[in-house]
């Protein structure tokens, strides 16, 4: 089984940085895609950013050029990197490894304010 625990979320004032991190165990981590996504209040949880088991990535368009996702099979770890931060960014994150019907972190908020 599959667990995941997200960290480093907070609050940042725009055009900030932060560095979320996801810890996963339970599984062979390096073989499954791994991602992040971001629910807003009163919206759906959408895509952020994706990487495969081989490094190939791919990012929602909102994000492009600002986000970064980098994957560490060695510590079974996936970071997020956030740079100009909006406060359209504002969200609860997730991890999700793709492994199976795919599994979930707790999230960690993230608050883009001023």
């Known amino acids: 089984q599959v667990q995941l625990v997200e960290s480093g979320g907070g609050l940042v004032q725009p055009g900030g940085s932060l560095r979320l991190s996801c810890a996963a165990s339970g599984s062979i981590f390096s073989i499954y895609t791994m991602g992040w996504y971001r629910q807003a209040p009163g919206k759906q949880r959408e895509l952020v950013a994706i990487?495969?088991?081989?490094?190939?990535?791919n990012y929602a368009d909102s994000v492009k050029g600002r986000f970064t996702i980098s994957r560490d099979n060695a510590k079974n770890m996936v970071y997020l990197q956030m740079n100009s931060l909006k406060p359209e960014d504002t969200a609860v994150y997730y991890c999700?490894?793709?492994?199976?019907?795919?599994?979930w972190g707790q999230g960690t908020q993230v608050t883009v304010s001023s």
């Open positions: 999700k490894s793709h492994a199976g019907l795919g599994h």
């Open positions: 990487i495969t088991s081989g490094g190939s990535t």
